[in-house]
Structures are given as structure tokens and as C-alpha cells.
């Protein structure tokens, strides 16, 4: 429905009372349409216009006052935004803030938008959101696309210090919808990435740590150790645990370095932190070096994108054992070196020096003095290394812990494997004969294939590898050791109540014919754990 401009408001209200009617153009000479008329605006004009004028001369009044509203609450704005104390306020916030007006020329900008952005008020105020843009200080702009869709709007924009922000942009209309001023708030990514790989660094260094308390938690005391060997040996490491003094422990492999380094942690100042272990040997150069002292972000190919913390750094305040230290590096061991000495390290790839405080002990089954004269091994290092050297006897000179680390093995495997097996007293007697070449990791094995392979509940002799039989068919005295009177009586003991019990079955049999009671007999084999 039109009227033309020059039409009385009667015209209008006639037209409104056929209910089908919601809207009015009114149209000027030319029959273009200079403004619209709903049932509001002529409550409104009802209320407040001179009803004598034509609808042309009303709609120019309605928009002269719109205009005179408009530019009341726009200076009502400006005396705002050019307040001290409206400026104190934003220049308090951390995020940044960063206000055009309804033109798209910037008004205002908080210290914290400096700040992120590196760029000054003066580069900004006063000019064109389309100026910012072309002089490369942003990559686009909220305010536009706010004037344009006439909404709220968030986007990501890329300054021109290389940091990426997060900018909501929210419009302020004035009382005829007019865009007035668009209010930015600006928010550093760079600065949230950087807040939130701290706090997963965090994380993460506490994992590790909890891993390395679950993988090495502290047990009752071990049993094995009951030699006049490891008993001397024990009171000297206790002594030295709760000093900071580097240990470096010598022995054969599988004589159990790990457990004896351990066992220094626990009885340390140090135990409540982390026990890591790195086997020097068994990695190449490059990854050794990563493990142990970590990474920066893209040091080298195939590196994680965020880096990696080296063992050094989750051992901090705790204890590292490196195994096999005569393996490592010469280029490796002049930076070991110094972090005994300074308790300080860069990363691979870092300029950062991180300080630590990390108790090393070090182990080796090769003879260090002789890396040493051949030059496969720093002098410094191994003197550096060798304050305390401890040499762990092998499985051969202390076979009196044979029974008990059996026992103990037995245990763990029937545990993780849900069996419940026991092994008679003389499947044990082969053991002592035997030279254990690989050690206690040579007896650990042999009793977890026992435990997995055998079929009955009760492991004999029977179940025993050939080769460890054989090793019975030695000479009489040929690698038999001087030991006390009290211990050659108690295998001597074991020995005859085992071929009796093979022989007779039974107990009471067996007490018969050695001349001794049956409970005697059956005291014997329950301490021996027949």
C-alpha cells in the first residue's frame, strides 16, 4: 500500500482500519519511497505530531528528532570514552580493548591492546579500520564485519608481531538502530598456548614422576642380601645414602646394579622424589642424549612438536641411576661432567640453562680404569664418578641367597600369573651347584620359565634345564668354597634328608633311618620351604 507525501495522516488511518494492511510506503513525486509507516509509528505520531501536516512533513519531523536522539546519546558516549576515570578502568583490565566508532574509525585503545599488539594509540586513533588493515598492522578487522552484519561477531586476527588474538566485537545501538560504537575485546592466544603448555608441562613432569614412584615403589626389605658379602656391603651403602656422594658401583651383569641403586635412593634424603634409570647402552647417541637431557620444539627431525623433558629434569630432587656408564659417549660424557658439577644443563636445541638438583649413581660391568687408559672413558668423569666405589660380588660368591631369591621369584610369578606353585628342596639343591653365569637375572628368568612351563603345582628336578644338571657332574672340590661349619652342616643336612625323601616318601621314614624325630624332619624341610 503507498500514499504519496502530500497525503493527510486521515489518508493513513483509513488505510489502517482494513485489517489486511501492516505497512505504509509513503512516496514522493517521483514515486520513490522516502519512508514507511506500521501501526506504531502512528500511535506514535497520534501521540505526538501536529495532525494538520501531510505525512511527508511528519516523517521528517520523526527523523530530525531520531537524529537530534541520535547525536544526544553519541555525545553522551564521547564524554565517556574521553573520561579519565572510564579510561583508568579499561587501562586496569589485562585483556585488551579496542573501540571504533559507527564509521569504522578507531576512538579508543587500552594498554593491554599496546601490549599484545605492540602497537601505539597513535598508530590507531583517529584512522580507518580499512587504513589499519592496508599498513599491515592487522590481518582483518571485527569492527567491519560487526558494521556490516550488524551483530556480534568473534574472530581470529594475526598481527603484525607475528602473535595471533582472539577479538569479539559487539555493537552499541543508538534508539533507531544505528550502529554507534563497536566495543572490541582482545584476548592474547600466544600468551593462553604459552599458560596452558606450562600447566601441561606441569602435568605431565607430574606424571612422569608418579609413573617413576609406581615402576620403582618402595618395598619391605629384601631378603636376598643375607651373605657376610652383602651384608658388609649394606652397612656401607646406608651409610653413604644419606650423603650426596657419587656412587659408582662395579660388578657383573645381572648381579642386580638396579636394586642395590635402589636401595640407596630409599634409604636416602631423597626418597620421597623420583628413581629413573637409563641404560646407557641401549639406545644410540642421539636418543641418548634426548633422554637424558631433553628437548626444545623442531631440535631435530622427528622431534615432538612441543619437546620433551629429559630424565634429568623429572628426576629433579631425586636420584638418577645410569647403568652400563661405560657406554656412554665421549661427547655425551663431557656434558654429564657438568651437570655433576654445576647441577645445570641446556637442552638439545635450548639456550635456556635449567638448574637441577639430582643425586647421580652410576654402574658399569666393564673395567672403567681400563676405558680410561685407552681413552674410551673421561679420566675427569670416572674420578668424578668414583668417590665411593662399590663392587657387587656375583651370584657365584654368594650363593647362600640362592634359597631366598627363589623363594621370592616364585612368589612374584605366581602372582602375576595367578599360579600357585612351590618348588621342592631339591630342585633347589641343583641350583647351588650351578655357576649362574648370567646372575641373579639368569635365576629370575629360569624361574619364570619354571613357572610358565611346568604343569604340575610342584616344581622338581625333573623340570630343571639339562645344562644346569650337568653342571652337578663337576669334581669333588672343584668349585666348592671355604664356608662356616654351621652352613656345610645345614646342606649336608639338606642334602641326605632330599635323597631320603626320594627315596623313602615319607617322614616318618625318612626320621627312621637318619635317626632323628619326625618333626625334626619336618621343621628342616619347612624352613628349607619344601
Known amino acids: 500500500m503507498q500514499l504519496h507525501k502530500n497525503a493527510h495522516i486521515s489518508r493513513a488511518i483509513e488505510q489502517f482500519s482494513d485489517s489486511t494492511v501492516e505497512m505504509i510506503e509513503v512516496v514522493d513525486d517521483q514515486g520513490e519511497v522516502i519512508g514507511t ?32 536522539g541520535t547525536n544526544k546519546i553519541d555525545h553522551q558516549y564521547s564524554e565517556i570514552l574521553d573520561s ?24 579508543k585503545v587500552n594498554k593491554a591492546y599496546e601490549r599484545i599488539t605492540d602497537l601505539k594509540a597513535e598508530q590507531l586513533i583517529g584512522y580507518h579500520m580499512d587504513d589499519v588493515i592496508n599498513a599491515g598492522y592487522i590481518s582483518k578487522s571485527a569492527s567491519l564485519q560487526v558494521l556490516k552484519e550488524e551483530r556480534p561477531v568473534t574472530l581470529m586476527q594475526k598481527i603484525a608481531n607475528g602473535r595471533n588474538i582472539i577479538v569479539s566485537g559487539t555493537p552499541i545501538f543508538s534508539n533507531n538502530g544505528e550502529i554507534l560504537y563497536v566495543i572490541n575485546s582482545v584476548r592474547d592466544i600466544t600468551e593462553l598456548l604459552e599458560l596452558k603448555h606450562q600447566v601441561e608441562d606441569l602435568q605431565e613432569l607430574k606424571n612422569l614422576r608418579q609413573s617413576s614412584k609406581e615402576a620403582y615403589s618402595k618395598t619391605e626389605e629384601s631378603p636376598f642380601y643375607v651373605s657376610d658379602k652383602m651384608k658388609n656391603l649394606l652397612s656401607i651403602i ?9 656412587i659408582l658401583m662395579h660388578g657383573e651383569t645381572g648381579v642386580g646394579k638396579t636394586m642395590i641403586a635402589k636401595h640407596v635412593h630409599e634409604k636416602s634424603n631423597r626418597s620421597s622424589n623420583s628413581f629413573l634409570e637409563l641404560n646407557c647402552g641401549a639406545l644410540p647417541t642421539n636418543l641418548i642424549e634426548a633422554e637424558l637431557f631433553g628437548y626444545e620444539a623442531g631440535a631435530f627431525t622427528g622431534a615432538l612438536s612441543r619437546g620433551k623433558k629429559g630424565l634429568l629434569e623429572v ?14 659417549p665421549l661427547e655425551l660424557q663431557v656434558k654429564l661432567l657438568k651437570v655433576i658439577e654445576d647441577q645445570a644443563f641446556y637442552p638439545v636445541g635450548s639456550s635456556k640453562l635449567k638448574h637441577i638438583d639430582v643425586r647421580i649413581i652410576a654402574a658399569s660391568h666393564k673395567n672403567l680404569k681400563q676405558l680410561v687408559k685407552t681413552g ?75 613357572v610358565v612351563t611346568t604343569t604340575e603345582d610342584h616344581i622338581t628336578r625333573d623340570d630343571l634345564p639339562e645344562e644346569l644338571l650337568q653342571s652337578r657332574n663337576h669334581a669333588p672340590g672343584e668349585h666348592d668354597d671355604i664356608i662356616p661349619l654351621k652352613q656345610a652342616i645345614e646342606q649336608v643336612e639338606r642334602t641326605m634328608i632330599t635323597k631320603a625323601m626320594r627315596k623313602y616318601k615319607t617322614t616318618r621314614k625318612v626320621a627312621e633311618v637318619l635317626e632323628v624325630s619326625q618333626s625334626t624332619i619336618v621343621q628342616k624341610m619347612k624352613k628349607w620351604g619344601e
Open 37 to 68: 509507516l506500521s501501526i506504531e509509528n502512528m500511535r506514535e505520531i497520534l501521540d505526538s505530531e501536529d495532525l494538520s501536516q501531510s505525512l511527508g512533513d511528519i516523517l521528517q519531523a520523526q527523523l530530525r528528532r531520531n537524529k537530534e
Open 84 to 107: 579519565p576515570i572510564f579510561t583508568d578502568i579499561i587501562n586496569s583490565l589485562h585483556d585488551g580493548v579496542f573501540i571504533t566508532n559507527g564509521d569504522g574509525v578507531t576512538v
Open 238 to 246: 646406608e651409610r653413604v645414602a644419606k650423603t650426596d656422594a657419587q
Open 315 to 328: 628426576a629433579d630432587h631425586g636420584t638418577l641411576f645410569l647403568d652400563e656408564i661405560g657406554d656412554l
Open 376 to 450: 674410551d672413558f673421561r679420566e675427569d668423569l670416572y674420578y668424578r664418578l668414583n668417590v665411593v666405589p662399590i663392587h657387587i660380588p656375583p651370584l657365584r660368591e654368594r650363593k647362600k641367597e640362592i634359597h631366598a631369591m627363589t623363594e621370592h621369584f616364585l612368589q612374584e610369578y605366581n602372582a602375576t600369573y595367578g599360579f600357585d606353585k612351590t618348588i621342592t628342596l631339591d630342585a633347589i639343591d641343583a641350583f647351588y651347584d650351578f655357576e649362574w653365569p648370567g646372575n641373579i637375572r639368569e635365576l629370575k628368568n629360569l624361574i619364570e620359565q619354571l
